[in-house]
């Protein structure tokens, strides 16, 4: 089973924070500090979860994900969450909104957890 987690974030300290967590919970965790360059780094990686911060220079993770989801016809699309520090109304609108499968609100390690195992598996 594919236990391969992508975490796309622009603050690299959030990125280690949520690397060393999910790793820890054996996962396999790949990050990457720019929304740029994230369709190539997913065929090469395929992760079978994909969290994005929403907020970030550039592009936003809510466009990025909307990107993913239109390229993804090579492989199988894996499961994108929206994991930012925007209020929970805003998130479930984005989620609609952009085709993201849910999102999980940053500083939230039980819910970030519960994601984790229930798209990849414990």
Aim: aromatic share 4%; glycine share 8%; hydrophobic share 35%.
């Amino acid at each position: 089973m594919n236990k391969r987690i992508l975490v796309v974030d622009d603050d690299e300290k959030h990125l280690q924070t949520t690397r060393d967590l999910l790793e820890f919970e054996g996962f396999e965790v790949v990050t990457h500090s720019s929304p740029f360059r994230t369709s190539e780094i997913v065929r090469k990686t395929r992760p079978a979860l994909i969290l994005l911060d929403v907020n970030m220079p550039g592009l936003s993770g809510e466009r990025l994900c909307s990107l993913l989801r239109a390229n993804g016809s090579e492989q199988p699309t894996p499961a994108i969450f929206f994991h930012s520090s925007n209020d929970e109304d805003t998130l479930r609108t984005a989620v609609l909104r952009h085709g993201a499968n849910g999102y999980v609100c940053k500083g939230d390690i039980a819910g970030l957890r519960r994601v984790a195992r229930q798209t990849v598996g414990s």
